[in-house]
């Protein structure tokens, strides 16, 4: 067992201590390591024998070193040898696999949606199809993620998938052929109109820049002038792919950011080294959204830091830390946060202080009276500690109950995939639009679907109702109670017409998604997103881009 070798103990200890200093002053330190480690070597050991029941010593182990690393930040991760692989596909966007989302709707393992031009779409796989098996295992009852890992495999290996399709009573069967999938950083570039190019990055892994550059020397083919650049929904990545986008738009040796940590070695400057793609100085809006993380956050921040481009949407998430990769023993690796990055203004964009928690353990906000306030090359003011906040800040609308419910309950999915099958072919995804025939079929469709749901308003008489009884006010409101709840119910009924064009838009998104696959996704949101208005706008205005740029914000 593993507490009757020492030496493997001994190891332990050394990989700990290993490359550090051995300072004087450190050594109060080593002591403190080597006795917690003593203590959990003897608490395992006393476990393992007296516990009664057998204890497996891998996620008994796996939950201890999870525990501790949570204890740090979200960010600092243990990645066994089984994970390696997974690890891999998120840093280099590459598996081998069929090259297909799938997900779980209604417990079964459906195909979300194909790759355009992988091997499951030339197969002819389709979304909506039902998975049974795979290489002749039987998925019923399985996750999507442990079937998504039967899927995955080396590259040219062949996989046999049985599926059931909708509106078809037999199933089918297909031979695919693994092969390497490049998970795309720029799924679409085009034109929004004659002057105005958009480019959506959604990852910062290795070939980022590439696909950005590359999209930009197409859009400049068809006449770009203005760039709407869009990280929406962009969790990050590689610090050397966002360097070298921000390379794009700024002259060489530029200094983009800086990383400082505890040692010394890791605390770097980094500059431009790329000449810019970008220099006639293009007018450029950034979009940006809640979920924007990271190198996204880099990105965006030198753009507003040296007022280079506008930024448009919502505050970002707030991710100012760099993580680095550290071999352990076993094939296991260490994602370790090492520093915190600094944009030029000098602000470091780290929401919450992971060193510092509340009395129930919980890691709080920067305090705001903590904040310091930095100024932009122009002079524009900005604020560190709260993500990089958009110049021109647009309200997040949520979806009514009722679209919430539809999506929820897989009818717009489930929809569409009918829709699909049904018409071989629609418009392009700026000029296909659902008719109101179209849309009263699917509001008779629906109507043996259960699409019951409480909403907030529904909720809150609720518990007005019940506080009226408690507090004994009740047979003087009851009846204005009893009214607004009929009311509401009313108005729940006619959800599927009162919140028509929010439900239509949302249905016509999907519905594209099968005939254009991502990127008509993408080309159909031009006129109907607010943050894309609200570029085009500003873009259209030079003398207000300029003047929003230049004139100093004393607000």
Request: proline share 4%.
């Amino acid at each position: 067992m593993w507490y009757k070798k020492p030496i493997l103990y001994l190891g332990l200890f050394v990989v700990l201590i290993g490359g550090l200093s051995l300072d004087e002053k450190y050594s109060q330190q080593y002591f403190d390591v080597a006795k917690n480690l003593d203590i959990f070597a003897t608490i395992y050991r006393e476990v393992n024998t007296y516990y009664v029941d057998e204890v497996d010593p891998t996620p008994f182990v796996r939950t201890g070193i999870d525990a501790m690393l949570q204890s740090l930040d979200p960010y600092t991760n243990y990645i066994s040898e089984d994970e390696i692989e997974d690890f891999r596909t998120m840093t280099t966007g590459e598996y081998g696999g069929i090259g297909a989302i799938i997900g779980q709707r209604d417990g079964e393992i459906i195909v979300i949606m194909p790759y355009e031009g992988d091997p499951a779409d030339q197969a002819g796989l389709k979304a909506g199809d039902k998975i049974l098996s795979v290489n002749g295992i039987n998925v019923s009852g399985k996750t999507s993620g442990e079937v998504s890992k039967l899927l995955k495999g080396q590259s040219n290996s062949s996989i046999s998938l049985k599926v059931e399709r909708v509106l078809s009573e037999e199933t089918f069967e297909f031979e695919i052929t693994r092969k390497k999938i490049k998970l795309a950083n720029v799924p679409f570039y085009g034109m929004v109109d004659e002057e105005v190019g958009y480019i959506r990055l959604t990852d910062f892994s290795i070939g980022a820049y590439s696909e950005v550059r590359k999209g930009i020397e197409e859009l400049q083919k068809l006449g770009v002038k203005k760039l709407i650049f869009d990280l929406r929904e962009n969790p990050g990545g590689s610090l050397d792919e966002a360097i070298k986008i921000c390379s794009i738009f700024l002259p060489v040796g530029t200094k983009v950011v800086e990383t400082k940590g505890r040692y010394e070695q890791y605390n770097k400057t980094y500059n431009t080294l790329i000449p810019p793609l970008d220099t006639a100085g293009m007018p450029l809006v950034i979009l940006t959204s809640e979920a924007s993380a990271s190198a996204s956050e880099i990105v965006g921040g030198v753009i507003q830091d040296y007022d280079r481009g506008i930024l448009v949407g919502q505050q970002t998430f707030g991710k100012g830390l760099v993580q680095m990769t550290r071999p352990l023993v076993y094939n296991s690796q260490l994602k370790v946060t090492t520093s915190r990055y600094y944009i030029p203004s000098g602000r470091c964009i780290q929401a919450i202080d992971y060193s510092k928690r509340n009395s129930n353990g919980e890691a709080t906000k920067v305090p705001d009276s903590l904040l310091a306030e930095y100024t932009t090359k122009n002079g524009r003011k900005v604020i560190d500690g709260r993500g990089v906040h958009p110049d021109i800040d647009i309200e997040i609308e949520d979806y009514a109950p009722i679209t919430v419910t539809l999506l929820r309950k897989n009818y717009i999915f489930n929809y569409a995939t009918l829709f699909y099958y049904g018409h071989e072919s629609i418009p392009s995804p700026r000029e296909f639009s659902l008719s109101d025939e179209d849309y009263n079929e699917f509001v008779n469709w629906l109507s043996d679907k259960d699409v019951e749901y409480t909403t907030q308003v529904e909720k809150t008489l609720a518990k007005l109702d019940d506080l009226s009884k408690k507090e004994k006010y009740h047979d003087a409101i009851g009846p204005e109670l009893e009214s607004l709840k009929e009311k509401v119910s009313h108005s729940k009924n006619s959800d599927l017409f009162n919140f028509k064009d929010e439900i239509k838009e949302v249905l016509e998104e999907e519905i594209i998604g099968r005939y254009y696959y991502q990127k008509g996704i993408v080309e159909s949101s031009f006129d109907s997103d607010p943050d894309i208005e609200a570029a085009l706008e500003i873009l259209k205005n030079t003398n207000d881009y300029e003047a929003m740029l230049t004139v100093r914000n004393d607000e």
